[in-house]
Structure formats: C-alpha cells, structure tokens
C-alpha cells in the first residue's frame, strides 16, 4: 500500500520527478516531500495525511463538476453534470443568476461563483485567444536611472522618457517592477524582490519641493530616498488634498491592510518577521489598537500610494498624447519577499519555509534559491484566482503592455526549502487557469501580455501561451545551436513571429559588454570562474561575437537593430543601454553588492532621449521594416 503522505503530496501538486537542465533524474526524497507538505500547511503524519485525504475524497464526492473550470466567454454554455440540479451563479459584478439543470446561459467575461448545497465551483470564464499586436517598437530603460546627480529617477522623469521616446515614434516604454518596496530601507532596491505586487513603488514619487541630489555618478539610495520620503511627509496635510479621500474609500479593506502595514513598518522595523510576536497577525488587538492610534500614519501611506497612482494616470496621459500604441511596457515579479506587506496581510496564500528557485544546471550545481515566497496553488484555487486577478488589474490599470516575470511558473513552479540539505521540487501549477486569468485582465484592459519563457522550459508551455495569445521572449544572445562546435546564431527571418524580442535583459551584459566580455570579467574577479574557466569563456565569446556580428552585417549597434527590426516578432524591444553605448548591464543575476546593481544613472536627462541620434537611427529602421 503507498505512503498516504505521498499521496496527499501528489494531489497538493508536488511532482514525483523531474530532469534538469543537465539531463539528470531527481526523485522526489521524503525530506523534500514532507517540506512541501508542510509548506501548504499539510499534515507529515502518516495517519493524519490519510484523514486529510479521506476527507477531501468525500468532498470531490459530493461535487458534480471540477472546482474550477475554463470556459469561453464568447458562446452559451451547458454543463451535463447539472442536469436536475438547481444551482446560484455570482457573478464577478456583483450580478446573481439562479437556474435549474445544465443549461447556464450566456457569461459575461469574468471569473464567477457557481454553488449548489454542498459545493461550489469557479467558472472563469475568458476569450479563447488575446489578438496578436501588430508590428512594433519600443525602449526599455531604467526608471531608477533617470534621475540625475545622484537622484532616484522619479514618475515625473518617467513622464518626461515617455513624450520624447513616443515623439521619436516608440510604441512603448519598458521598465523593471515598480511594485511597492520598503521604504525605510535603503538597501532594499531589487524591483524582483518586492513587498507587494498589487501596490505601487512610492520611492519615485515626486515631492512638491525635491531634497537636494546627492551627487555622484551612482543612484545613491542611502542618501535619496529617506530625504525624498521626509520631503514628502513635509507635504501631508492629513486630508491628503481634494480628491484623496474619495478615491481612498473606494480601494477597501486590502488597501487599508497594505497602508497599516506600512505604518507599522515606520515604528518596527521594515520586515514583519522580526517584529513582536502580537504585531505579526493583521487581526490582533495590538494592530487593531495600533490603527486607532496611529491613523495619521496609516492615511499618510494611503496617500503614498494615491500620488503614485495619479503620477502613473499622469504617464499614461503623456503616453496617449505622443501616439504611442502601448504606453508603459509595465513588469511583474515573479515572487514576493517573505518579510513584505503582501505575506504579512494574507499568510494563508503563500507557501511558508521555501523560496522559489531553479533546479541544478549547468551553471549552478546546487541550484537557485531566489528568496522569494510562492503563492499556493491550492489558495488560489480555493479563491477562485482573485489574487493574482488583482495583481495583473493593477498592473494593467496603468500599461497596455505587460511582461510576466520567469511566466514558467504559470505551469510549475521550483519550491526550494530554507534547509539547505533538503532538495528543492516542482509544484504543478494551474497553468490552464492563470493563463485564463491572464487573458480575462488583458481583454478588460485591451492589453497584450508578454511571457519570460526562458530557461527549463516545460513541453507544452509555448504552444499553451501561443493558443493564449500571450507572447514569449526571444532574446538574441539566447538564439543559437548550443550544442554546435562552432557558434551558429539564428537567423532573423526563424524567429518566432509571437515574441517580443530583444538582444538582452537588465540580467545580460548590454551589446557593447557582451563584445567584450565584461560580464565575463566579472564572474572571474568575483571567483565565480578561474582563470582557465576565464580564458576558455572568453575564446567562447570571441567565437559568438565574430558569428553575430557576419549574420548581421557589422559590430555597431545600429546593425543589431536593423537585425532584430527584420525579425518576423511582433514585438521588439531595444535596450536604452544599447543605444548610449553603455558596457556595463544594470544587474549582474547571484550577487547583491558585489556588483553596482540597480544603481547606474543613464547619465542622459529624460525628456533629451528622443532626441539621441541612436534613438533617430533606430526608430528610422524600424519604421523601414514596416513597425
């Protein structure tokens, strides 16, 4: 008879075994099981995992349909299992239809409630397929480098980027997360590593009178963001203006969660973990206290988020002016921080000791810890998905265009435990749900959704974002035959036609560094190759930019882009680094301050951008390839 842990482990979505980006096997140890159990908040114990199963057994019994199911929103629906039932269908409006047996009608787009005495069941109900966009451009660039002298570029510098680049004929203007951070920490700057992914960054929020810049050739967080976060404190009135409280009363209970927490952080400290054990439930008598007493602090983090809100409606506004079809080209984590707002106001939904990761590749023997907190797949089921409905709503309220971080994890997801001796494993994911959620938030936005794909890809997963209509990555320095003697790259007319692509990312050496083979240089100095290692990566390199630079004609950046405007993708993206002829890449992926990263300022005032000849070379070859 098997193990009923293993059972209970199976049905939870852990995967028995898996193979590596190396080809080998790994199976599923009963340490890492048990882990991942313990993780959804499942019972180890043999005998209480078989009542734990036993139980949900009974509860499948008494349903007649699955607890969630994909429909498409574009005919009528019947659903044989209802016939003689009488059911209530709430919808996501706030609507309610009641029936009888198997014929529901016509549904609105949305994700609804369908129950009956004993169960109920979510209905998401999504276009089949998201149109593909047609031909075109744009820049990807860092909101944080804007600034000048030192300074966290700002909302308004973005504003400024926007009307020059979209005067100069880009579609779009893409940036890192701008999810909310921990203001009260300075060292805290990874956008991937945010505290809440369905609230915004308040960090480049403009004060109504700027502290003075820093100075200096590095974004100097230290020194800027306390003093941007005291002007601003200098502002708050305790009304927070006209239009403020009005606006304040229809964002409800979770955002007054999210502000709370957030005044909390200003008395103990930015990371819930390390509070006092009473100030770690959002529903105790102490936080209960602590908002009475504290509501000044609580509205001034209400507020916060309400100035980025109208500076990113402010962006959109300059956005649709210059004619750009998209606008912001917005970004979403793939993870949150443990110790952020997003899992102290909701503990339930994520995953607790484990981080998301990667397994074992070639580059890394042990794998990747990412410290980042998973959402449990069985929550969301549970909730019918409005979490991450949320997440992508608040996102889209502001972008026509949107990227999902490592979108890998829409089909499985790498659950590292904090016990290095333990081994890491994948959790099935919903896939055919959170891409249904997908498509329902881009449909209501008219926006189009781009998926990072890159790495260990699952079979099937590409030809589940194409039947989507969401797009994938094609990253230049990526597309070549790995396993050839001698570097092959592909040529422009075999890239895939749904793609935005691109030469790099913010994780990848910018064109002029991978030519010289600066990030190279950097893994030897910082020991993470020998010299040996080096030369070989090196020769490597020097073989990789001699077959790029024949395909595509010439080793300036203007031949890159002429190359990629000629790719059948519909979408490309080019690298402002590219376009300054920067060596150096905004992020070097495995370190944190061994490497300047999220630090360098473009050097470059934003509304000037447009303006570059690069930025004319660029927009002239793209429109000449018909973008």
């Not at 979209?166 to 921990?182: E, K, L």
Request: negative net charge.
């Amino acid at each position: 008879m098997s193990d009923p842990r293993d059972q209970l482990a199976a049905r939870l979505g852990v995967v028995a075994s898996y193979k590596d980006q190396v080809g080998a096997h790994h199976d599923l140890t009963p340490a890492s099981r048990d882990a991942m159990l313990v993780a959804m908040g499942a019972p180890t114990d043999a005998e209480a995992a078989a009542s734990l199963l036993d139980r949900l057994r009974a509860e499948d019994a008494l349903r007649p349909v699955p607890p969630w199911m994909v429909i498409s929103s574009e005919r009528a629906h019947e659903i044989d299992a209802l016939d003689g039932i009488d059911w209530l269908l709430d919808f996501d409006d706030g609507g309610r239809r009641d029936g009888y047996g198997r014929t529901l009608g016509d549904l609105p787009m949305g994700i609804h409630r369908l129950s009956a005495p004993g169960w109920h069941a979510w209905l998401l109900s999504a276009p089949p397929k998201l149109d593909l966009p047609k031909p075109g451009w744009g820049i990807t660039l860092p909101l944080y480098g804007l600034g000048q002298d030192g300074r966290v570029g700002s909302y308004g510098d973005l504003g400024a980027a926007v009307a020059s680049l979209g005067a100069a004929g880009a579609d779009f203007v893409g940036v890192n997360p701008i999810h909310a951070g921990f203001p009260t920490d300075a060292s805290a700057i990874s956008p991937y590593s945010p505290s809440h992914r369905g609230r915004l960054s308040t960090l480049h929020v403009d004060p109504a009178s700027p502290p003075p810049a820093p100075g200096g050739p590095m974004v100097d967080y230290a020194v800027d963001q306390p003093a941007r976060l005291a002007a601003l404190r200098q502002e708050w009135t305790g009304d927070g203006g006209p239009g403020f409280q009005d606006w304040r009363v229809l964002q409800g209970a979770d955002f007054e969660r999210f502000a709370l927490h957030q005044a909390l952080a200003d008395t103990l400290g930015p990371y819930w973990t390390a509070w006092p054990e009473a100030y770690r439930n959002p529903g105790s008598p102490e936080v209960r206290a602590f908002a009475h007493d504290h509501a000044d602090a609580v509205g001034f983090h209400a507020w916060l988020q309400w100035r980025a809100e109208m500076s990113l409606a402010q962006v959109a506004r300059k956005a649709d002016a210059a004619g750009m079809r998209f606008g912001l080209y917005l970004d979403l984590a793939v993870g949150t921080h443990p110790s952020g707002a997003e899992t102290w106001a909701d503990p339930k939904l994520f995953a607790r000791g484990v981080s998301l990761g990667a397994p074992p590749d070639a580059f890394t023997a042990n794998g990747q810890s990412w410290g980042l907190a998973p959402m449990r797949p069985d929550t969301l089921a549970e909730r019918g998905f409005a979490p991450l409905a949320a997440i992508l709503r608040e996102q889209l309220s502001h972008a026509r265009l949107l990227r999902i971080d490592h979108i890998l994890g829409f089909e499985r997801a790498f659950w590292v435990p904090d016990d290095p001796a333990i081994p890491g494993a994948y959790i099935r994911m919903p896939r055919d749900a959170l891409l249904a959620v997908a498509r329902i938030e881009a449909a209501r936005a008219g926006a189009t959704i781009v998926g990072e794909d890159l790495g260990n890809i699952p079979d099937g997963l590409h030809d589940a974002l194409e039947a989507s209509g969401l797009l994938g990555c094609r990253v230049a320095q990526f597309m070549q035959d790995w396993d050839a003697a001698v570097p092959r790259f592909t040529p422009a007319k075999e890239y895939d036609e749904h793609a935005l692509t691109s030469f790099g990312t913010h994780d990848l050496p910018t064109w002029e560094g991978w030519k010289a083979g600066r990030d190279l240089e950097w893994r030897r100095d910082l020991g993470d190759m020998d010299d040996d290692a080096f030369e070989k990566a090196r020769a490597r390199r020097r073989d990789e930019v001699a077959a790029l630079v024949t395909l595509i004609g010439g080793d300036s950046a203007e031949y890159l882009h002429r190359f990629l405007a000629d790719t059948p993708s519909c979408l490309v993206a080019v690298q402002i680094e590219d376009l300054l002829g920067q060596i150096e890449q905004p992020n070097l992926p495995g370190t944190i301050f061994e490497h300047p990263n999220w630090r360098r300022s473009l050097g470059v005032a934003a509304d000037a951008l447009g303006s570059l000849d690069a930025v004319r070379a660029v927009a002239e070859s793209m429109q000449n390839a018909r973008r």
